[in-house]
T-cell receptor
Framework: EDKVVQSPLSLVVHEGDTVTLNCSYE??????LLWYKQEKKAPTFLFML????IEKKSGRLSSILDKKELSSILNITATQTGDSAIYLC???????????FGKGTSLLVTP | DAGVIQSPRHEVTEMGQEVTLRCKPI?????LFWYRQTMMRGLELLIY????????DSGMPEDRFSAKMPNASFSTLKIQPSEPRDSAVYFC???????????FGQGTRLTVV
């Protein structure tokens, strides 16, 4: 059975800190890994990663996939209180369309 | 585009009642997904459709749950009879095509008392 595990489950940091969120996966016939940010309600898309070693970047957020280690990290530099959210990692396989998600990392950034 | 639209946003019902959740996917998207989110289990896939056809319903917890997609712009998730353990946030998401990101609706918070 496909599995996605995120760590840590929760994290509290101060504004300005840099954080690294981890995602490991066991997926038969892996296709891609996606990161989402969930604030109050709907998860919103951040990144899709398909190739190992290629960093995706958007402002202070960046992510990279390591297919050898079956993992991905999401980095947030110079954190702001607006970064407080649940960050979800989901895997997709070539066997289907749907994303299989981990339980998420709850990030709280304090002023 | 208005995004994925779900209704109602909140639903409180008594145990044993029928509950129907509704979803309008983004126009032109071929795939639709129903997820359920709880603190304990996270975001779980219930069922998904491709071109209005159910592809995988292995995540549907019991026969009390059913989902339909009569056309490309509408889907329902029905729970009959509802139980307190069904209390969760139910999300609908749609995807334009294979290997693209999914877009989520705002969710329906269901409380069964």
């Amino acid at each position: 059975e496909d599995k996605v595990v995120q760590s840590p489950l929760s994290l509290v940091v101060h504004e300005g800190d840099t954080v690294t969120l981890n995602c490991s996966y066991e997926v038969t016939n892996f296709r891609s890994l996606l990161w989402y940010k969930q604030e109050k309600k709907a998860p919103t898309f951040l990144f899709m990663l398909t190739s190992s070693g290629i960093e995706k970047k958007s402002g202070r957020l960046s992510s990279i996939l390591d297919k050898k280690e079956l993992s991905s990290i999401l980095n947030i530099t110079a954190t702001q209180t607006g970064d407080s959210a649940i960050y979800l990692c989901g895997s997709a396989s070539n066997s289907g369309y749907a994303l299989n998600f981990g339980k998420g990392t709850s990030l709280l950034v304090t002023p | 585009d208005a995004g994925v639209i779900q209704s109602p946003r909140h639903e409180v019902t008594e145990m044993g009642q029928e509950v129907t959740l509704r979803c309008k996917p983004i126009s032109g998207h071929n795939s639709l997904f129903w997820y359920r989110q709880t603190m304990m289990r996270g975001l779980e896939l219930l069922i998904y459709f491709n071109n209005n056809v159910p592809i995988d319903d292995s995540g549907m917890p019991e026969d009390r749950f059913s989902a339909k997609m009569p056309n490309a712009s509408f889907s329902t998730l029905k729970i009959q009879p509802s139980e307190p353990r069904d209390s969760a946030v139910y999300f609908c998401a749609s995807q334009r095509r294979w290997n693209t990101e999914a877009f989520f609706g705002q969710g329906t918070r269901l409380t069964v008392v």
